[in-house]
């Protein structure tokens, strides 16, 4: 096997005389089965054959095909004869001092560009539509009103940024300070409000249902109004006992007919 290593020929007929030399016995010869060697080498039966032909046809390798037998292979690595080598193609060698292929097709790097004559006609080609003048610019950012102090002006525009509010257009503007003019607020109080809270924008209902004084707010919902007038009904019913947690029992005696008819708010 120590002869075949040197050999010079295409990888896969190598592969296929090195397993077949691994195998063989003192004189060279051995009878692996097909599957055997595509089992050593990795390769498909066509490829063993192919490489096995291509041995025989140059002389590395001699078959011996039996008649319901296994084939027989002697290695002759000192029989190989490789293929010879097709000679390349001649290049035409240029004739002295003219040009390359490469010098033809670029300029060489030291060489620069003519400037154009005085004179000389434009070249320069203009666009064939011009600009369209429809385009709608973006709106400016609005500017801190003067009676907002400009910390209190940064902190909301923040806090919207954070919300994604988007800018701050001077419609929304006008409607935050008529929403707290309603409230009894002024704008850089508002906007004060919206900074504590969280609020992209102001609503008086908003402030009147967040604030402790709701009930006394002309903003309270129908619900506060409702309580109220229960309260008021309980008192009156139970005479002014009603929340309170008596200090000791007291009976009250009295006909029927001197209880005062109470009429509910709700009939």
């Known amino acids: ?22 195998n063989a016995n003192d004189h060279g010869e051995c009878f692996p089965s097909v599957t055997t060697i595509c089992a050593r080498t990795c390769l498909s039966e066509r490829a063993v054959q192919e490489a096995v032909a291509w ?5 590395a390798l001699r078959r011996n095909m039996r008649t319901g037998r296994s084939t027989t292979y002697a290695v002759c690595p000192a029989a190989y004869d490789p293929p010879q080598q097709a000679h390349p193609r001649a290049t035409r060698t240029p004739a002295a001092g ?4 490469r010098s033809r097709r670029t300029p060489p790097p030291h060489v620069a560009h003519p400037t154009p004559a005085a004179g000389a006609p434009i070249t320069v080609k203009e666009p064939s539509k ?4 429809n385009k709608k610019s973006a709106p400016e950012a609005l500017q801190c009103p003067d009676e907002v102090p400009e910390q209190v002006w940064a902190d909301w525009q923040r806090v919207r940024a954070a919300k994604r509010g988007g800018a701050v257009t001077a419609t929304a503007l006008a409607g935050i300070e008529r929403e707290a003019e309603r409230a009894g607020l002024t704008l850089a109080q508002a906007l004060v409000v919206c900074c504590e809270r969280s609020w992209v924008g102001f609503r008086a209902d908003w402030y009147a249902a967040a604030t402790p004084q709701a009930r006394a707010s002309p903003y309270r919902s129908a619900a506060d109004a409702r309580d109220e007038r229960d309260g008021a009904f309980m008192h009156a019913l139970t005479g002014g006992l009603a929340g309170r947690i008596p200090t000791q029992p007291r009976t009250i005696d009295a006909e029927r007919n001197d209880v005062p ?5 709700r009939d």
């Open 261 to 265: 008819r109470l009429v509910s708010p």
């Open 130 to 133: 011009e600009p369209s003048r």
């Open 1 to 22: 096997m120590a002869q075949c290593w040197p050999l010079q020929m295409p990888p896969t007929p190598k592969s296929v005389l090195i397993s077949l030399a691994d």
């Open 55 to 59: 041995l025989e046809r140059h002389g």
């Open 98 to 101: 003219a040009p390359s292929p």
